[in-house]
């Protein structure tokens, strides 16, 4: 049986020599070849070229292709084969002829792809010729090389040396035109997201740094804590507590813990901002992450809901804050209210204080009960008398006569007697009334109305 190999047996013996740097026999595999008829076709011939490249016979390649390129030539040289020499020039450390190639590639018309502009910048960024570079980078950028569906996928690491020095002097904008064009490729990686976010902080950019963010997430990248922290301090220096909010929440997300100085920092400018209700949620959360509380801010918080008429959500963050240990400052609060003419919400904090154990100003509660009486809000104010006597804390007050007025005007005061206590008004400084006095003297057996 004769034996008669074709181009794709010879190519195939090339591409075997080659690999093993054998160069000597794949040539002798190229004569035979040319010998029996046989005309290499491209694939042959870039398999030969990166062959040489790689076993550094730059000079060998270049008598080959002096003999084949050329109107008249068998061989077109493709953007592949370019890239083989360039890559190859630049290893070598031949930056001059790499882009020599280069222009050659430009005057043959060969369009050159993402490997092509990566090799040579990455060549001149080791060379500290970043001027050059720069200009290189705004061909790649204005020829949108990278949205070309030919050529080879483009790569963003291999730009990152690039990115790295516009970010690093003030021109991150310029980077991220081709970031995003690498974006539309889908291809991105972690390392370069950091150098675009970064650089848009260090530019004072923090919300373009935060969209980039957001886009690194949806790619499920992993940021570090570093890029959240330069945002979140860069939002609290810009007046955007909102946007350190959000971000601290993405934080949460990717499984960091924020200091707890930051907490306490987004917290104070959200109070700066009136943001009552991103405030409290900014409670809930640290109490959720067991970070400890400011009793100042937390006060100020809890004023703030009261004030834009959330009641029930300040009474909530209260219950929570003491069922975790912490509490806020009742008697600012109360009077807080008690000035906003808020004497329900008032009374009911006060009453708070008390089931809590907490000392009450006693002058206070005296201002909260009058104020009860005269808004026709008896039952809340003997509500909050009545959490007095239980503490024996009733002495001080100077309201009683007025509340059994208002009880006695509503109906509401029952005549029966009830045990003895003849000295809950003995010390008062105040004379009593004998049925304000009388009326006390039940007052240890009265259920509340």
Not at 112 to 131: E, F, K, M
């Amino acid at each position: 049986m004769v034996l008669n190999p074709n181009i794709v047996t010879y190519t195939t013996l090339i591409r075997g020599y080659c690999m093993k740097q054998e160069i000597d026999e794949a040539l002798v595999m190229v004569k035979e070849m040319t010998s029996r008829g046989l005309k290499l076709n491209k694939i042959t011939y870039n398999t030969l070229i990166k062959g040489l490249c790689e076993a550094d016979k730059l000079d060998k390649i270049k008598d080959i292709l002096e003999g084949i390129i050329g109107d008249d030539g068998e061989f077109s040289p493709d953007t592949c084969t370019f890239n083989t020499l360039i890559h190859a020039h630049c290893c070598a450390g031949n930056l001059g002829e790499a882009f020599k190639v280069f222009e050659k590639m430009k005057n043959l018309q060969v369009p050159a792809d993402s490997a092509t502009y990566s090799i040579l910048l990455r060549s001149l960024c080791q060379r500290g010729d970043y001027d050059r570079a720069e200009m290189l980078f705004d061909e790649l950028s204005e020829k949108e090389v990278l949205l070309s569906s030919s050529g080879s996928k483009p790569l963003a690491a291999a730009y990152n040396p690039m990115f790295q020095h516009l970010c690093e002097h003030g021109k991150t904008k310029k980077a991220e035109r081709v970031f995003r064009q690498l974006m539309k490729r889908g291809t991105q990686d972690p390392p370069s997201y950091k150098l675009m976010i970064m650089g848009h902080c260090k530019e004072g950019a923090y919300e373009s740094g935060y969209e980039l963010l957001t886009w690194m997430l949806r790619q499920n990248f992993i940021p570090d804590i570093e890029i959240y922290d330069s945002l979140i301090d860069g939002f609290l220096q810009k007046d955007r507590p909102l946007l350190a909010k959000e971000t601290l929440e993405k934080m949460l997300k990717s499984s960091y813990l924020p200091k707890t100085s930051t907490w306490h920092s987004i917290l104070a400018k959200l109070l700066e901002k009136g943001s009552a209700h991103e405030s409290a949620h900014v409670i809930v959360m640290m109490l959720e992450k067991n970070i400890r509380q400011n009793i100042k801010l937390s006060t100020e918080s809890v004023q703030q809901l009261f004030g834009r008429g959330q009641l029930d959500r300040a009474f909530e963050i209260i219950e929570l804050l003491y069922k975790n240990g912490y509490c806020v400052k009742i008697v600012e609060v109360v009077r807080f209210l008690f000035q906003r003419g808020k004497l329900s919400a008032a009374c009911k904090m006060l009453v708070f204080c008390l089931e809590k154990h907490q000392s009450v100003d006693i002058d206070l509660c005296n201002a909260v009960i009058l104020g009860l009486c005269k808004s026709n809000k008896v039952s809340e104010a003997f509500s909050l008398c009545y959490e007095l006597v239980e503490k024996d804390l009733h002495q001080e007050l100077i309201c009683l006569d007025d509340l059994v007025a208002a009880l006695e005007a509503e109906g509401k005061l029952d005549e029966a007697a009830f045990g003895e206590r003849d000295d809950w008004c003995e010390n008062h400084r105040k004379p009593r009334n004998p049925r304000t006095i009388g009326w006390f003297k039940s007052c240890g057996k009265i259920v509340k109305p």
